[in-house]
Structures are given as C-alpha cells and as structure tokens.
Nanobody
Framework: EVQLVESGGGLVQAGGSLRLSCAASGFTFGDYAIGWFRQAPGKEREGVSCITSSDGNTYYEDSVRGRFTISSDNAKNTVYLQMNSLKPEDTAVYYC????????????????????WGQGTQVTVSS
C-alpha cells in the first residue's frame, strides 16, 4: 500500500520557521519525484517545491524561493520542507505528492496527474 504521511505543520508567528516531513512507503522512492503543494481556503491547489530523489534536483516557486528548502533523506524515504521567514500568505494545507516520469513544470500546471497524495498538514502563520 502506498502511503505519504506528512507531519510538522502547526501555528507560527510571521517570521518564524517550520519543517514539514513527508514519509513515503509502498513504492520505489528513488524512481519518483516528490513535491509539496498547498491550498489556502478559497484558492486552488498550487505547487510549492519539488525534488527528484534520483539526482537531487530541486525546484521552487518564486513565492517561496530563498525562504523554503526542500531536501531528501533517501535512507529514510523521507522528504523535508524547511520553511523559514514565514508569512501570513503561506497559510494553507500543505500536501506531499509523488509522481513518476513527469516534469515539475507539467505537474504544477496539472496537479491531477500526481500519482499519490498525502493527507495534508495545516500550516497557519499569524501576523
């Protein structure tokens, strides 16, 4: 059974930090790209960042570049999203996602093509 289990969300003040974790199981971790999406109330789900475990390439949306860092621990089948300098506009449910053989640029435009989704973790940034 494929599972993506997120953790690490919570309530933080603006300027603070959180680290999200995504523990993956049930598929060959290194064969898939792993990414983070987020969805704020009343808004569409949007891509945030992605890492390809096989080569370590990373991608970031402009809104988070320089503040968020994605990393992967292949021995633990876990991807992390370190979020620094958080802003109220970062408030959303954050979802871990895994997909095979599709570029980040395609997946962020067509999230329906993601193969596996986690259950989501709430991040709330207060002003």
């Amino acid at each position: 059974e494929v599972q993506l289990v997120e953790s690490g969300g919570g309530l933080v003040q603006a300027g603070g930090s959180l680290r999200l974790s995504c523990a993956a199981s049930g598929f060959t971790f290194g064969d898939y790209a792993i990414g983070w999406f987020r969805q704020a109330p009343g808004k569409e789900r949007e891509g945030v960042s992605c890492i390809t475990s096989s080569d370590g390439n990373t991608y970031y949306e402009d809104s988070v570049r320089g503040r968020f860092t994605i990393s992967s621990d292949n021995a633990k089948n876990t991807v992390y999203l370190q979020m620094n300098s958080l802003k109220p506009e970062d408030t959303a449910v954050y979802y871990c996602a895994a997909w095979y053989g599709t570029s980040w640029y395609r997946i962020r435009a067509v999230p329906n093509e993601v193969d596996y989704w986690g259950q989501g973790t709430q991040v709330t940034v207060s002003s």
